[in-house]
Nanobody, 123 residues
């Protein structure tokens, strides 16, 4: 079992930055692809970014490319999401997830999920 706890959300003005953290416990994340997902009110969940467990390859949804960066620190058992140039449409609950398969995780099929952290971007 892997337990995931997110932090770093909050209220920020448009154009600002936030860094989300996801700390894992129970097992090392080195064997898992890790990802960030978000769900805005009234909308379906969507993948934001995923990072591979073997070579650090990443995939981003188009709307965040060039603004968000996913990274991982296997020694600290932590995954990060650096969010810059935030827009009101980035407002959502952000959750991290772990999965044995990079591509399955990218399609939303994670093995473990955190509870999420709220991000609100004011205009």
């Amino acid at each position: 079992q892997v337990q995931l706890v997110e932090s770093g959300g909050g209220l920020v003005q448009a154009g600002g930055s936030l860094r989300l953290s996801c700390v894992a416990s129970g097992r090392s994340i080195r064997n898992y692809a890790m990802g960030w997902f978000r769900q805005a009110p009234g909308k379906e969940p969507e993948v934001v970014a995923v990072i591979n467990q073997s070579n650090g390859a990443t995939l981003y949804t188009n709307s965040v490319k060039g603004r968000f960066t996913i990274s991982r620190d296997n020694m600290q058992n932590t995954v990060y999401l650096q969010m810059n140039s935030l827009k009101p449409e980035d407002t959502a609950v952000y959750s991290c997830a772990a999965g044995a398969s990079f591509l399955r995780l990218h399609s939303g099929q994670g093995d473990y999920w955190g509870q999420g952290t709220q991000v609100i971007v004011s205009s």
